[in-house]
């Protein structure tokens, strides 16, 4: 039966090749097997195409932008927007209704606005003639509904970043690293590395993200009576821009 595991490499803030650390906070010297023995990767890019990774370079997200158009709504009917969160592709999708005698109150509700209190994910609005101009926030992908003679136009289309930003790159070692004296029904206390003082990641960078299946020599499992390869899934993530060097 073959074995799998899955190994993340950070490589730090200063960009050495050689001095890069893994999940479990081990630094790692000029290591072939990962590709840390690159005399002179110069970036991502280089680096990836020499060693056979593939490179998720690191984009910024671009927010989306929708107008809805008010002035087709019978005067005297109360204006309501609603403003749903699809991101996720869930069943139940995060969404919150606003309502408003005129347009220009309807879009100071909603600027400044959560969908789910606490998320950090706010809303901004403007409005002018009676069109009220909505931007979400970066990541998400929103979708509205409006009085029925009202006018929706989405004028910029959401784009989700690529890579990783400080936040998606924190929880992903996060999800991923060595835990240490984790809690037990006793309650003993909990030992958490450090994901940014021990692990070297950054505090504000956004990074690029490199991967590559290895697959082991074929083995043969004599007590088993059949052959099989080892797997291992190798995730790299590097502060985006960095310049690489091999000291």
Same mark, same amino acid.
């Given at each position: 039966?073959?074995?799998?595991?899955?190994?993340?490499?950070i490589v730090q803030a200063s960009g050495a090749m050689d001095e890069s650390v893994n999940a479990a906070g081990?630094?790692?010297?000029?290591?072939?097997?990962?590709?840390?023995? @690159?005399?002179?990767?110069?970036?991502?890019?280089?680096?990836?195409?020499?060693?056979?990774?593939?490179?998720?370079?690191?984009?910024?997200?671009?927010?989306?932008?929708?107008?809805?158009?008010?002035?087709?709504?019978?005067?005297?009917?109360?204006?309501?927007?609603?403003?749903?969160?699809?991101?996720?592709?869930?069943? $139940?999708?995060?969404?919150?209704?606003?309502?408003?005698?005129?347009?220009?109150?309807?879009?100071?509700?909603?600027?400044?606005?959560?969908?789910?209190?606490?998320?950090?994910?706010?809303?901004?609005?403007?409005?002018?003639?009676?069109?009220?101009?909505?931007?979400?926030?970066?990541?998400?992908?929103?979708?509205?509904?409006? @009085?029925?003679?009202?006018?929706?136009?989405?004028?910029?289309?959401?784009?989700? @970043?690529?890579?990783?930003?400080?936040?998606?790159?924190?929880?992903?070692?996060?999800?991923?690293?060595?835990?240490?004296?984790?809690?037990?029904?006793?309650?003993?206390?909990?030992?958490?590395?450090?994901?940014?003082?021990?692990?070297?990641?950054?505090?504000?960078?956004?990074?690029?993200?490199?991967?590559?299946?290895?697959?082991?020599?074929?083995?043969?499992?004599?007590?088993?009576?059949?052959?099989? $390869?080892?797997?291992?899934?190798?995730?790299?993530?590097?502060?985006?821009?960095?310049?690489?060097?091999?000291?």
């Open positions: 039966m073959a074995n799998t595991k899955d190994t993340l490499i081990r630094v790692l010297g000029a290591d072939a097997t990962y590709g840390l023995d @690159n005399a002179t990767p110069t970036d991502a890019a280089t680096f990836a195409t020499a060693e056979g990774y593939t490179l998720d370079a690191f984009a910024a997200a671009t927010a989306g932008i929708t107008d809805v158009d008010t002035t087709g709504v019978a005067t005297g009917e109360e204006l309501t927007i609603t403003i749903i969160d699809v991101t996720n592709g869930r069943r $139940q999708f995060p969404r919150k209704t606003f309502n408003a005698a005129t347009a220009a109150a309807l879009a100071t509700a909603i600027n400044g606005a959560e969908l789910e209190t606490g998320d950090g994910l706010s809303y901004t609005a403007t409005e002018a003639a009676g069109v009220i101009t909505i931007t979400s926030p970066a990541n998400v992908i929103a979708k509205f509904a409006a @009085n029925a003679d009202s006018t929706i136009t989405e004028t910029t289309a959401p784009v989700l @970043n690529t890579g990783l930003t400080n936040a998606q790159a924190a929880a992903l070692v996060g999800d991923k690293v060595t835990k240490a004296g984790r809690t037990n029904r006793v309650g003993f206390p909990i030992i958490e590395p450090g994901t940014y003082t021990t692990l070297g990641l950054s505090t504000t960078a956004n990074y690029d993200v490199l991967t590559k299946q290895i697959v082991s020599a074929v083995k043969f499992d004599k007590n088993q009576g059949n052959s099989y $390869q080892d797997v291992e899934n190798v995730t790299i993530i590097i502060v985006d821009g960095a310049s690489l060097t091999a000291s």
